[in-house]
């Protein structure tokens, strides 16, 4: 894993393939080996995860992960995030981010 990775949602993930991202957003479903991931620009990104990660559906998670070329999420690990978080001033600040790389690195 890298040692910084840039902050995305889903409109920014073709801009990082094969490259380690943070993404924060909703579980929206899950498998054993899965889960859908509503990001915070509202799209949706699967998340392939690791064999021990267990996320409940409707939690706020960050993902730390690599995009593939599929523009899905390989999981190295997983935040929870509190449900009180404000996902789109968030997302206002994952775009101002693309702007700044050096701040937000």
Request: charged fraction near 20%; charge should be negative.
């Amino acid at each position: 894993m890298e040692a910084s990775s840039p902050r995305v949602n889903f409109s920014l993930l073709s801009k990082y393939r094969g490259q380690t991202v943070r993404c924060i957003g909703r579980v929206l479903n899950t498998t054993k080996t899965d889960a859908t991931l509503e990001t915070c620009d509202r799209g949706q990104v699967t998340v392939h995860l690791e064999p021990d990660t267990t996320l409940l559906p409707f939690s706020n998670v960050e993902v730390v992960g690599r995009v593939t070329n599929e523009l899905s999420i390989k999981e190295y690990v997983t935040y929870d995030i509190n449900d009180n978080f404000d996902i789109d001033f968030y997302n206002s600040l994952v775009k101002l981010s693309q702007n700044y790389p050096n701040l937000f690195s």
